[in-house]
């Protein structure tokens, strides 16, 4: 018996992909190239030089910082999908819990017209199958936008998603949220089709609280009072619990924290020692988030030799590399209510760990189409 190709899930397992009933033959192919559109919006020179920026302005800044979007190289996005499947890290099992369980209620909460599925960071969108399943099962076809830095990422699951999914067709952007919304335009869809956006997996957490508040009006700027949002949002909770998330014991999440040091002395010929930095995540209950940091073990200097920069460290001292925000739900129907959105309802896992949210838009006073 022939077996299909292995291909790598969100979880970074490799799985085996559905034999199809009949060969897959070109016309098959074809078929689905025909369903699929990727607008390449990512300019590699571009995102190299500000990640060289970025370096540079946060590691001569005080206190010294890094920027979390950096984590996420090949190594980095590897790393990530094994936190996933660690037994401290509950998120990514209490979210596909809530979509296992209630995704059939989540959609026809939108309402019963068509709708178009748009997708923020969409990853290799295995939990969005439960809601691409489940929107399939009410309406004959459905235009699934995803959008996602990696543009291999995305042509990926593009493909396995289209070879599941016959009456699916996707318009793919790789790209930044920022550029990807500037360049959507639902205008044509005015046959009363609706959108509901994703935006999974406590991403909303690693915005500070304005930048959130930010991100989301960019995001209804290009809907339509009536679309909606479902937004995965981790609750606060026991710090030792949140901790434990964000340092576990087989030391993943303190080697993706590393990579980022790893990343620089690969992209920018430093010399930074990873096993002279300890990681460190400490749940800041006053503000409501995990801090995460490397810091310093000893005094030490490091040269990285593209930026022509010497950086200095003394012991103890930390460099602040990423922010988790939790929520809580005064928060989350606040946060509704300051971006042109209302929540509708939420739904939690058994443990009440996790919340989907779905927020509605509302009308806003400069009217409400969609740019
Ligand atoms: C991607 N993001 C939602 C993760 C989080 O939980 O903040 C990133 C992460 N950092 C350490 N562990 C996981």
Redesign the pocket.
């Known amino acids: 018996m022939t077996q299909s190709p292995p291909h790598r899930s969100e979880m970074g397992r490799i799985f085996r992909m559905p034999l199809p009933a009949a060969r897959d033959t070109e016309d098959d192919e074809a078929a689905r190239n025909e369903r699929l559109r990727i607008h390449n919006l990512v300019r590699p020179e571009i995102i190299h030089s500000a990640f060289a920026d970025d370096v540079h302005q946060g590691l001569s800044s005080s206190p010294k910082r890094l920027l ?1 979007k950096y ?1 996420y190289d090949e190594l980095g996005s590897q790393l ?1 999908d094994a ?2 499947l660690l037994p401290e ?1 509950y ?1 990514t099992r209490a979210e596909n819990e809530i979509l296992a369980r209630s995704a059939a209620e989540i959609v026809s909460a939108v309402g019963n017209s068509p709708v178009s599925l748009l997708e923020m ?1 969409s990853g290799s969108a295995v939990k969005t199958r439960r809601i691409i399943e489940a929107l399939l099962a009410r309406q004959q076809s459905l235009l699934y936008l995803p959008v996602d830095i990696s543009a291999s990422a995305l042509e990926t699951s593009a493909r396995v998603l289209l070879q599941s999914y016959p009456s699916l067709s996707i318009e793919a952007y790789a790209s930044d949220y920022d550029t990807a919304l500037a360049h959507m335009n639902f205008d044509a869809e005015e046959d009363g089709t609706h959108v509901l956006a994703l935006f999974l ?6 915005f500070g609280r304005d930048e959130a508040r930010t991100f989301l009006r960019s995001l209804r700027a290009v809907l339509r009072a009536g679309d909606a949002l479902l937004l995965g949002a ?1 609750l606060k909770k026991n710090p030792a619990v949140l901790e434990a ?2 340092d576990d014991a087989l030391g993943i ?1 303190a080697a ?2 590393l990579n980022l040091l790893a990343r620089i002395n690969r992209e920018m010929d430093a010399d930074f020692d990873l096993r002279a930095f300890k990681h460190v ?1 400490v749940y800041n209950e006053k503000i409501g988030r ?1 801090e ?1 940091y490397l810091e310093s073990r000893r005094t030490q200097r490091i040269q990285i030799r593209k930026l022509e920069m010497i950086v200095t460290l003394e012991a103890g001292e930390r460099i602040h590399t ?3 925000y939790k929520y809580d739900m005064t928060e989350l129907i606040e946060l509704a209510a300051q971006t042109g959105f209302t929540r509708a309802q939420t739904w939690f896992d058994a443990a009440e760990q996790f919340s989907s949210n779905l927020f509605v838009a509302v009308e806003t006073k400069g009217g409400t189409e969609r740019r």
Request: glycine content about 12%; charged content about 10%.
């Open positions: 979390p984590f990530f936190i996933c890290y998120l960071g997996g406590s991403n909303i957490g690693n981790d998330a964000y999440t993706f924290n995540a995990i995460v990423e922010n988790s």
